[in-house]
């Protein structure tokens, strides 16, 4: 008897719900160790409740407490809970039950458990926010879709006006006019193209090449810029067993993280591409030595968040990248470089991006890294002055 007398109670003890008794005059006479925790001093339960909740639907626990006990109605109720030392509020559940004597006398107190449901509130946000975000994309690909082609005509026939308003006589102001008239066109038409990117971007399927090949080639897309702004590129690519990846897209991410590192360069500097292996991963490191991260920095992969100037930046560059690096299950982070600068980190699973299965990437590395068709990838150093 005594054996199971302690089994209960350990249990009790043990129960990660907060559980306690209070009689009729509403003082605790019974408490585990997490309604301890929660309510650690005090035995009047009206004023402990009252000290601890911020939000509920009750101002007078005592009134409430008394009604469970004479009217023997059970009572649910959410409350939000702001406890000593901790900053965060938490949102508990809390059920009052009536507590009767024994043989089903009269009530001689309550039962109060209490369910912290914080993180199930949490989550239920955050889907109530990813379901409006995936509503807005799906309406923002629906009207990109949709002024695309009545946007590409538009701009066909500015650009034939160009044309006829260049033959004499010509009219400065009206070629002057035009010539806004097709650069706001063309600004259109890049938010068209990256609000359609971003509503499917999906991992490209076919194209293969060393991720060594992918990043070379995503820098000579941006050779251009970067020589335009004065900017020396430096790679460092690792030289052996690199493997032949698939996706597309992968050129995309690299292409974006590099004009979005130039950008962050208005006056030159330098940047360095790095490529390495790590374990089962491959990883991609875009540094620069420009501006640097904004105070919010976690919010640089929100979609439609930009620090650029209104006109220049739609802010789905990196909404884009991280939603394509996630697919292939890997992960990008940001991190703010001494002195000055952003590092930015692409890691991503081989066996997420491989062209063959991984076990073959073991068996014969060599074999890979030789590709002709990556020929002359790892260059080492390649400066743009």
Not at 68 to 79: A, L, T
Not at 206 to 228: C, H, P, W, Y
Request: with cysteine; glycine share 8%; aromatic share 4%.
């Amino acid at each position: 008897m005594g054996h199971s007398s302690d089994l209960c109670q350990a249990a009790f003890e043990s129960l990660p719900m907060a559980i306690l008794a209070f009689d009729d005059r509403l003082e605790i006479v019974l408490r585990n160790q997490a309604a301890t925790d929660l309510i650690p001093g005090g035995s009047d339960l009206s004023r402990a409740l009252t000290a601890l909740t911020v939000e509920s639907r009750y101002e007078d626990w005592a009134a409430e407490l008394r009604k469970v006990i004479d009217m023997r109605v059970p009572r649910r109720v959410d409350v939000t809970i702001r406890r000593d030392g901790v900053e965060a509020e938490s949102y508990f559940h809390l059920l009052i039950h009536p507590l009767r004597g024994p043989g089903g006398g009269p009530t001689i107190g309550g039962l109060l458990v209490a369910e912290d449901v914080t993180a199930h509130i949490g989550m239920e946000r955050r889907l109530a926010v990813s379901e409006r975000l995936a509503a807005v994309g799906k309406l923002a690909a629906r009207v990109a879709h949709e002024l695309n082609n009545p946007l590409d005509g538009i701009l066909r026939y500015t650009n034939l006006a160009m044309r006829q308003s260049a033959d004499p006589p010509a009219d400065s102001k009206v070629s002057h006019y035009l010539e806004q008239v097709r650069s706001g066109l063309l600004r259109m038409g890049e938010i068209i193209r990256d609000l359609l990117e971003f509503s499917r971007s999906t991992p490209g399927s076919f194209e293969q090449a060393t991720i060594n090949k992918i990043v070379e080639d995503a820098l000579s897309a941006m050779e251009g810029r970067a020589r335009q702004a004065d900017i020396t590129v430096v790679c460092n690519f690792h030289q052996a067993d690199m493997p032949v990846v698939r996706g597309s897209n992968l050129f995309q991410i690299f292409c974006n993280l590099i004009k979005n590192a130039i950008e962050a360069m208005p006056t030159g500097g330098t940047l360095t591409l790095t490529t390495r292996l790590d374990a089962a991963d491959v990883m991609v490191i875009v540094e620069d030595t420009g501006v640097g991260l904004p105070a919010d920095a976690e919010r640089i992969f929100d979609p439609f968040y930009t620090t650029k100037p209104v006109g220049q930046g739609t802010g789905l560059g990196l909404a884009v990248c991280k939603e394509l690096i996630e697919k292939y299950s890997g992960t990008i982070t940001a991190q703010r470089r001494q002195p000055t600068g952003t590092t930015m980190t692409v890691r991503i699973p081989i066996r997420s991006c491989a062209a063959v299965p991984l076990g073959k990437l073991r068996d014969r590395p060599n074999e890979l890294s030789a590709d002709p068709s990556v020929a002359g990838a790892n260059k080492g150093v390649t400066r743009c002055d």
